[in-house]
């Protein structure tokens, strides 16, 4: 009896070990991955994401637009293709989509480790039998083997281009890297080595502490080692590293609904740097409630300089200013011996009168919009935009600006600021520059009697700036609208849907292409084998996007945490 006791409680141990064995919860993939990388990216299921990209409309609409075929001419497409050819002769095949999705499991993770030379780690919950069918355990024989932390991985390093693979397959988990050490270390990890991993750095354990709960796609950003980074410096689209650099870490989470993407980002500020004013959190959202249904674009903000008010008031309503820029990485043109040093267009120019000013003459103009933003204290600001088609080949963009003061404005005084605001771009010692008294809507408004058009009126602590009385009346309509709640530093959105065929005929009208023309996703050429930059490239882009039918942005200050949410609104 006693035997069959010991038996039966040997038995219930075994089958209790293989239980925990088999229904342990799986690693953090961040706990196993090396220290020491730029971004790390995950998602619960890598494979489905993969799937539903493959199927999506928008990838056939991308593969066939003319804006791809622009990026594959590119200096970075080019660059990025040598980098996959050259990994593909160290792998002995060159991977396609099909490729990347038979190793494509559920929890898996990429951790990039330099930008330059593309090094990275790829980590991905597989079956077996799947590991199995894909092309990368085909060609295994190929490859050398080594040995870390108590298992076989794989390394095969091209002897010309000097690009190594490494995979290695253990307790469920695909890893691939162009490291052989990264796939080394992991596998230390994952046998419970005391090695740091990317779980342990903090700039990972900042942001995701944080950050919310994991959407269905996961980056972290260390954002002070990629601001450091040269190559990203130089190929980062925005161009905006001088804004990222104030931010030490970053995280940004996707989660799809029906009828929607969310994009919540998080950063944190460095210690060094100066933490933003207290919001007007009241007036942004006060602001918020103005926008009406005919905007197209719409942004509200608090006022931090006051001459950036300035500038953005004369910029839109007065007098734009040219933008003057060269591209210091461009060498001078060379100039033929041959050319002449002038031409008979040069006895236009005259020698005894200085020629215009760098600033095309809206610096006074500028000056008294800041003087007037000083006086009332303003401290938000609303910008409400739209497109608004018209006869003939132009499209008026007309706009409302609406400023938030910290008291009543006083309307003397602004009409009196105006009028030297628009008085030297638009009259002579300002004659003929009277205000006359109108309507927008249902609403009374004053209007410059001017060149250009210029209206404005009062109510309390809020301007209303515009140039359009459309626009302006449905603006004024939504005076005392209940505000949404919540507290924003920063909102803003975009209209798609309505924007884009405006959009389209201004692309068109850039590249003076016919109406009938470009109507598809592949645009016709210019006659050398290339689409017309605007009206092909740029508008192909709207078109793959057409989809997306709002976006909108807002931001939230939270001592040295910044959150942002982007809200991109789909087509059903």
Excluded at 105 to 130: M, N, Q
Excluded at 265 to 272: D, E, G, W
Excluded at 364 to 369: F, G, I, M, N, R
Aim: charged share 20%.
């Amino acid at each position: 009896m006693k035997r069959a006791v010991l038996l039966f409680a040997l038995l219930l141990s075994a089958a209790g070990y293989v239980f925990l064995q088999t229904n342990s919860p799986a690693p953090k993939l961040a706990n196993i991955m090396p220290s020491g990388a730029m971004l790390y990216l995950e998602a619960p299921d890598f494979s489905r994401l993969l799937r539903d990209w493959d199927t999506s409309k928008m990838k056939a609409d991308w593969l066939g637009s003319a804006n791809y075929a622009v990026f594959s001419r590119s200096n970075l497409f080019t660059k990025l293709q040598e980098v996959y050819s050259q990994y593909g002769e160290a792998a002995g095949f060159l991977p396609d989509l099909n490729s990347v999705m038979e190793i494509a499991g559920t929890d898996s993770a990429l951790a990039l480790y330099e930008i330059r030379d593309v090094e990275f780690l790829y980590v991905s919950r597989i079956a077996d039998a799947d590991l199995l069918k894909s092309q990368l355990w085909a060609v295994r024989e190929k490859f050398e083997q080594r040995q870390a932390g108590g298992v076989s991985f794989y390394l095969r390093t091209d002897p010309t281009t000097k690009r190594t693979v490494a995979f290695a397959f253990a307790k469920g988990y695909l890893l691939l890297a162009t490291r052989d050490d990264l796939v080394a270390q992991t596998l230390e990890l994952l046998a419970g080595g005391p090695n740091p991993s990317i779980a342990s750095d903090r700039w990972y354990r900042d942001a995701t502490a944080a950050a919310s709960t994991p959407g269905e796609l996961r980056l972290v950003m260390n954002l002070e080692s990629l601001v450091k980074s040269v190559p990203f410096r130089s190929y980062w689209v925005q161009r905006n590293a001088s804004a990222i650099r104030p931010y030490w870490a970053g995280i940004a989470d996707v989660k799809r609904t029906a009828g929607a993407v969310t994009e919540s980002r998080v950063f944190l500020r460095t210690p060094n740097a100066v933490e933003p004013a207290p919001p007007a959190a009241a007036g942004i959202s006060s602001l918020l409630a103005l926008v009406p249904a005919e905007a197209g674009l719409y942004k509200a903000m608090r006022v931090g300089e006051s001459s950036e008010a300035a500038a953005l008031i004369v910029q839109k309503l007065i007098g734009p200013q040219p933008q003057r820029s060269s591209n210091w990485r461009d060498a001078p043109l060379a100039v033929s011996p041959d050319s002449l040093a002038g031409s008979e267009g040069d006895l236009e120019t005259r020698i005894d009168e200085q020629p215009l000013p760098a600033d095309a003459g809206i610096s006074d103009s500028v000056a008294a919009a800041r003087a007037m933003v000083d006086k009332s204290g303003a401290r938000a600001l609303l910008l409400v935009q739209s497109s608004s088609p018209a006869a003939g080949t132009f499209v008026p963009m007309p706009c409302v600006i609406v400023l938030e003061g910290v008291q009543d404005w006083n309307r003397d005084d602004v009409r009196s600021s105006l009028t030297a605001v628009a008085g030297k771009l638009w009259t002579t010692s300002q004659l003929g520059a009277g205000w006359v008294s109108g309507t927008a809507g249902r609403h009374p408004i004053e209007r410059l009697n001017g060149l250009g058009s210029l209206i404005f009126t009062n109510q309390g602590r809020f301007l209303f700036l515009s140039n359009n009385s459309g626009l302006l009346a449905a603006v004024l309509d939504r005076v005392g609208t209940t505000p949404a709640s919540g507290t924003v530093t920063f909102a803003a959105g975009f209209r798609h849907s309505r924007e884009r065929s405006n959009y389209e005929r201004v692309m068109k009208a850039l590249d003076f292409t016919s109406p009938a023309a470009n109507t598809g996703l592949a645009l016709p050429d210019r006659g050398d084998g290339a689409s017309a930059f605007f009206s092909g490239n740029m508008a192909s882009l709207s078109r793959i996007l057409s989809g997306v039918t709002e976006v909108r942005v807002t931001e939230q200050e939270r001592g040295a945490v910044t959150a942002q949410t982007v809200l991109y609104e789909m087509a059903q």
